[in-house]
């Protein structure tokens, strides 16, 4: 090497050298060229395997890089609930009178640069801690799995609240640098969070998940909030193929967001709904009620289903639900943004829609259930009618399955004569709800009672339900063509189902009260 390179070759280092201490502690806001906001809902792995979106929190003034230090920095909560929230861009957290933001970032390289990521918000890269959290959303289980960092500087790393690796002192990002034991990754979402110690200079971080073979795993998508639960009710009679198939990396549950053809049920009474979500458009001259608004990702489904049929989405003037699941209440708000319509819910779900999930009595706790909060425009009681072009809905209190659920009946006039439609809300006692000793829901035997009590009362001549299987969708819709509407009268179908309902809940009720102490 002659002189003069290695002259060129110091200038350089001298000069990085010079940039890197100018930027070290600048408070000067800077494009984070290698990072951008997440435009989609959901991302899949790079080709390598690394995660690339994320929720970052700016930076945490810290000290130490030392196992001792860091982890005396990461247990003593600088912020309430830093092991379970699941923020949203732009959330806020006070630590230590400071107001810290959340931002959801995707990163353009395998890394998330922090030091691009602090700089870009006019903050401190030196002696800081980053806190980062993401959502994996898994199409099945998988065991064997390996989660693998690299981070500069120190880093400490959970894997569904369980803490899985821990690299100290100052270091590079080296890819897996640090990987954990082997851990199993749940159908549906696993939440990673990372908390990153940085002394001076770069900071940056990686991560992957490994298979059972050492392969990366491309077949999961990343996700910010939003993200749909494993299914949480009703899901115990969908058909094996749905279960087999459930390979594709965002669907968890296929049947709920696969197309179903649209149809007339009877009258004024059309089916919009998805193979395993049922939806109701009600046309009217002044406009439509649409019963259900599903996942959010279910809203061009259910567009497209109202638009064959030969109607106008945006002439839905009322928006109902059955109840304030995610699977029933999730796009709401966009819905009532794509329309305008009024959104009117059961006074008892009301706190539950409005706060996105958040007031559940049961799912209250649990992020993967979260949506967009929307708000009610007309909180409904028992008994309450929904009028609109010489149509009215009756909305019934059938609380239980969640406090406000309601069962929606219509009269429908088909071809000279009138039928009684009942839309059942849900009667399902989900796995985990606490029939006895339920603080959160004392008195939630006590409304299932209701519930059953009211059913039984209803007189049904066409049933129909939330999901599709309460009734036998699919089959009936088999003999739709053949046979005509009357193949949706089942009076008979709807007692044997109210029934084995009622037997499911007593005997989960006697199950729970012969497990309690004596
Ligand atoms: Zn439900």
Redesign the pocket.
């Known amino acids: 090497m002659n002189m003069r390179y290695i002259k060129y070759v110091a200038i350089i280092v001298a000069i990085t050298l010079l940039l890197q201490i100018n930027f070290k502690d600048i408070a000067a806001q800077t494009p984070p060229v290698t990072l951008t906001k997440p435009t989609t809902a959901e991302k899949a792995p790079n080709v390598d395997g690394f995660i690339q979106r994320w929720f970052i929190l700016e930076p945490i003034a810290a000290n130490g890089l030392t196992q001792s230090a860091v982890q005396e920095l990461v247990k003593n909560e600088p912020f309430p609930n830093q092991f379970a929230v699941i923020p949203r861009d732009g959330d806020k957290v006070n630590v230590g009178g400071a107001e810290l933001r959340w931002h959801a970032v995707d990163t353009l390289n395998y890394n998330v640069n922090l030091f691009h990521f602090a700089r870009a918000q006019g903050k401190k890269t030196s002696d800081v801690l980053f806190w980062a959290v993401t959502i994996i959303n898994s199409p099945r289980e998988i065991r064997d799995v390996r989660l693998s960092i690299g981070s500069n500087a120190a880093s400490v790393w959970w894997l569904n609240g369980q803490e899985v690796i821990g690299i100290y002192g100052d270091r590079q990002a080296v890819i897996d640098d640090g990987v954990s034991k082997r851990l199993t990754l749940k159908k549906g979402a696993n939440v990673i969070r990372a908390a990153i110690v940085n002394g001076g200079g770069a900071t940056d971080f990686c991560a992957r998940l490994l298979d059972a073979n050492d392969q990366p795993i491309r077949n999961i998508t990343v996700s910010l909030g939003e993200v749909k639960a494993v299914p ?3 899901d115990t009679n969908l058909p094996a193929k749905s279960i087999s198939t459930a390979i594709s990396p965002v669907k968890l549950s296929p049947d709920w967001t696969e197309p179903f053809e649209p149809f007339k049920i009877a009258g004024n009474l059309y089916y919009v709904g998805s193979r395993g979500l049922a939806n109701y458009l009600i046309t009217t001259p002044k406009g439509h009620i649409l019963i259900n608004s599903d996942l959010e990702e279910n809203v061009p489904l259910i567009r497209a289903s109202v638009e064959k049929l030969g109607f106008k989405f945006t002439d839905i003037k009322i928006l109902v639900i ?2 304030g ?1 995610w ?2 209440d999730a796009g709401s708000d966009t819905i009532k943004k794509l329309t305008g319509a009024k959104y009117m819910v059961m006074d008892a779900d009301v706190s539950v829609v409005e706060s996105g999930g958040k007031t559940d009595f049961q799912y209250g706790t649990d992020p993967t259930t979260f949506y967009t909060p929307t708000k009610v425009d007309r909180v409904l009681h028992d008994g309450d009618k929904i009028k609109l072009g010489g149509t009215s809905l009756v909305a019934h209190l059938t609380p239980g ?2 406090k406000g ?1 309601t069962t929606w009946t219509m009269k429908v006039r088909e071809a000279g004569k009138t039928y009684n439609a009942v839309i059942i809300g ?1 009667p ?1 006692v ?1 796995p985990g709800y606490r029939l006895v000793n339920n603080t959160a829901y004392p008195q939630i035997a006590e409304d299932y009672e209701k519930t059953f009590r009211v059913l039984k009362a209803l007189s049904c001549d066409i049933f129909l339900g ?1 999901h599709g299987n309460y009734f036998g969708l699919e089959a009936k819709y088999a003999r739709l063509k053949k046979e005509g509407f009357s193949v949706f009268i089942d009076p008979e179908g709807y007692k044997k189902y109210v029934a084995d309902k009622e037997q499911e809940f007593r005997n989960e009720l006697a199950k729970q009260k012969a497990a309690l102490p004596k």
């Open positions: 949480a009710d009703d059955s109840h699941h699977d029933h399955h969640t659920c849900s399902n989900n939330a």
